[in-house]
């Protein structure tokens, strides 16, 4: 990426301040993970609902900021991807259109993840309230953390956060950008 590095260097793009704003992500989600699993009993399958949709206001707290701070790696990404798109003319082509897919699929991810966290935080969809529960899966012998919502404008896109999972996704932008 040092390569193509953009004529203006965003703010977020500065690695000590996007390693803060990753580190807070992976802070956040070890948080939830944390709270969601109060809810159900230890060490084996379970699923907790949350009445009416009705998130403790810790929790609602958590996925709002989530929302922003994924919005804010979309725009990062999107900022880069419509950087290297001006560059095709001027660079090595095959590298580059290597790098514009990478940035394409972490835009995708980051588009996602935003969406779903925020979406998460809504209270009420329609004038009805979005479902929310966490569950605790086995597979494959290992117990996996999921975060569930559903409400009418995502009826055909329920979201479902796999928490535990999620903070090895979210710093994609820092190993693309500024590698050395």
């Known amino acids: 990426m040092e390569q193509f590095r953009p004529k203006t260097i965003p703010p977020l793009a500065i690695p000590e301040r996007l ?10 989600i070890a948080s939830l993970n944390n709270i969601l699993n109060l809810y159900m009993p230890a060490g084996q399958e379970a699923e907790h609902r949350f009445a009416m949709g009705e998130l403790p206001d810790e929790v609602l707290e958590i996925c709002q900021r989530l929302a922003k701070l994924t919005e804010m790696l979309r725009g990062l990404a999107e900022l ?16 580059l ?4 897919l990478q ?39 290992q117990l996996h953390l999921w975060f569930h919502w559903r ?14 999972q999620y903070s090895a996704h ?8 500024f590698a050395e």
């Open 80 to 95: 880069f991807l419509n950087d290297l798109s001006e560059k095709t003319g001027s660079h090595d082509i095959v590298r």
């Open 103 to 141: 940035m394409n699929r972490a835009l995708g991810m980051f588009e996602a993840q935003s969406k779903l966290w925020r979406l998460a935080s809504l209270a009420q969809s329609s004038g009805a309230p979005v479902t929310k529960w966490a569950t605790r899966e086995e597979r494959e012998g």
């Open 19 to 28: 390693n803060a704003h990753c580190e807070e992500l992976y802070e956040l």
């Open 97 to 100: 259109h290597r790098l514009i």
């Open 151 to 164: 409400g009418d404008t995502c009826q055909r896109s329920a979201g479902k956060a796999a928490v535990a």
């Open 170 to 177: 979210y710093c994609y932008l820092r190993n693309l950008a």
